[in-house]
């Protein structure tokens, strides 16, 4: 039978959700507490009741307290890691491959095993303070940007700061390039494939391919970082908001159901 449920409890479902598999638990789990207390607050709303009433104190402390039941699945965290390393180094790979050779240094790797830790934990962070927080949706947007932005800004730090500091390095071949690309190509893909979404794809297809038109042009190198600057975040955040409007509607689908 469907049940049906203020925006409120939706919108509290929702962020639930999002506390319970940032803090590392079981998505099977979560998904039976959200669908036990989407029949719990339907039932409460036919009597008058709303969800202040079912949790009995802050959604916090709630979340908290749900949190603090279900046991860490560590195994099913630990699955996400090699993914985000792969992801991380192909786009690395990618990118420098397009840009006319890979060159490694030893302050490039150690970098970028830096920002993927530190995106790793601010990812949690912010997940976390969103879920158990009532912040608009400005306020959310610019939290989701922060944590999209921090480790663009950081390569680009680090790039910057590779060229003024030397520290051992290893230069690929022409076919050693050539390699790389398809390796990384076929490791989008795969993360595509695994993860069910798009976006491990349309995100490097974003960012490489119209430095890569301009690259075969004879674009002034002024007008291309124009229109990368411009081209490049606006793509990103179109799809970003289509992704979101999209993922909100399978949400509240799930806790009407």
């Known amino acids: 039978m469907k049940m049906t449920i203020s925006t409120q409890s939706k919108e509290f479902l929702e962020n639930l959700r999002l506390y319970l598999f940032s803090s590392g638990k079981n998505e099977t789990e979560i998904e039976e507490i959200v669908g036990e ?6 039932e409460a709303e036919a009597h008058g009741k709303n969800v202040d009433d079912i949790i009995g104190g802050t ?3 709630y979340m908290e307290q749900i949190a603090s039941e279900m046991s860490l699945d560590l195994r099913s965290w630990l699955k996400y890691i090699p993914v985000l390393i792969i992801g991380v180094f192909a786009y690395d790979l990618l990118g420098s491959a397009l840009r006319g050779g890979i060159e490694y240094s030893l302050l490039t790797l150690g970098g970028n095993i830096f920002i993927l830790l530190l995106f790793l934990s601010l990812t949690v962070v912010i997940f976390k303070y969103v879920a158990s927080k009532k912040l608009s949706k400005t306020k959310e947007y610019a939290l989701f940007a922060i944590l999209g932005f921090t480790p663009m800004i950081l390569f680009f730090g680090l790039i910057f700061l590779d060229r003024y500091v030397e520290t051992p390095s ?11 690309i398809i390796v990384a190509i076929l490791a989008f893909i795969v993360i595509s494939v695994w ?14 391919l119209p430095e890569f038109i301009m690259n075969i042009t004879d674009v002034q190198e002024e007008l291309k ?4 600057g411009i081209v490049v975040p606006l793509c990103i955040g179109i799809y970003f908001f289509i992704a979101l409007k999209l993922e ?10």
């Not at 290893?170 to 790389?180: E, H, P, Q, R, V």
């Not at 993860?195 to 490489?208: A, E, H, N, Q």
């Not at 909100?248 to 159901?257: A, L, M, P, Q």
Request: aromatic content about 10%.
């Open 37 to 42: 207390l989407a029949d719990h607050l339907s």
């Open 195 to 208: 993860g069910k979404t798009w976006i491990s794809i349309i995100l490097p297809l974003f960012l490489f």
């Open 248 to 257: 909100k509607r399978k949400d509240e689908k799930k806790v009407t159901h």
């Open 59 to 61: 959604p916090k402390a």
């Open 170 to 180: 290893y230069k690929f071949s022409s076919t050693g390039n050539m390699i790389a």
């Open 225 to 228: 970082l124009i229109i990368s």
